[in-house]
């Protein structure tokens, strides 16, 4: 897989220093800056340690399984431009030379529901997608919210059905709010129906 992330940071430069801190215990294949520039810091077929707790369909172990991407980004505002044309090239190359389907790009938020936000509302997944780096889900017949994200991939804990609605918003439906309706339903029922996890 490849996971999304924003560094939550003020200036790419404060993130790399983290980032390469030993103390800090977090780090990143690749860091991406506003302006465009980017570092890789770990070797792609390298275990980074920038997923944590969480899971993914049938991956506990999100950290072994997939490649990090950090945005420099506070959470706040859309991503630049330069940022995003240097993502879509990075992640272009890395789909292409680890065989990664475009429904596991995912952000942070997707495999540690309720526990990060990341990317956030403001980042664009419909550019990616129109790329062909990331979905576009289509809608279906509205049915089991739940059991839908479930069958696509979310995994959550008890009494974090709110937290999964926001995850789930966060990035199909970042400007919508109030409860679950069946617009939720609809795209949750095409993310089930058109990629649904496969068994690792």
Same mark, same amino acid.
């Given at each position: ?9 003020? %200036?790419?430069?404060? =993130? ?30 390298? +275990? ?8 993914? /369909? ?21 991503? =630049?431009?330069?940022?995003?044309? +240097? ?52 809608? /279906?017949?509205? /049915? ?5 994200? +479930?069958?696509?991939?979310? +995994? ?41 996890? %496969?068994?690792?």
């Amino acid at each position: 897989m490849v996971v999304l992330h924003y560094t939550a940071m003020d %200036r790419a430069e404060a =993130a790399l220093e983290r980032l390469c801190d030993p103390l800090a215990e977090v780090s990143a294949h690749y860091l991406i800056a506003e302006d465009g520039r980017s570092w890789q810091l770990v070797d792609e077929a390298a +275990r980074a340690w920038h997923a944590g707790a969480g899971a993914w /369909g049938n991956v506990g172990d999100v950290n072994s399984r997939s490649i990090g991407i950090e945005l420099a980004n506070p959470g706040d505002r859309a991503f =630049a431009p330069p940022q995003m044309e +240097r993502l879509e090239a990075l992640l272009a190359g890395i789909l292409a030379r680890w065989n990664i389907a475009p429904e596991r790009v995912i952000g942070h938020s997707d495999m540690a529901v309720g526990r990060k936000a990341d990317p956030g509302r403001w980042f664009d997944w419909a550019r990616l997608a129109r790329a062909g780096l990331s979905i576009a889900p289509a809608e /279906g017949e509205p /049915g089991d919210f739940h059991r839908d994200l +479930r069958h696509f991939g979310y +995994r959550w804990g008890a009494g974090d059905e709110p937290l999964l609605l926001d995850a789930f918003r966060s990035r199909f439906r970042p400007a919508a709010s109030g409860p679950l309706c069946d617009a939720d339903r609809r795209i949750a029922a095409g993310l089930a129906r058109d990629w649904p996890c %496969r068994a690792e």
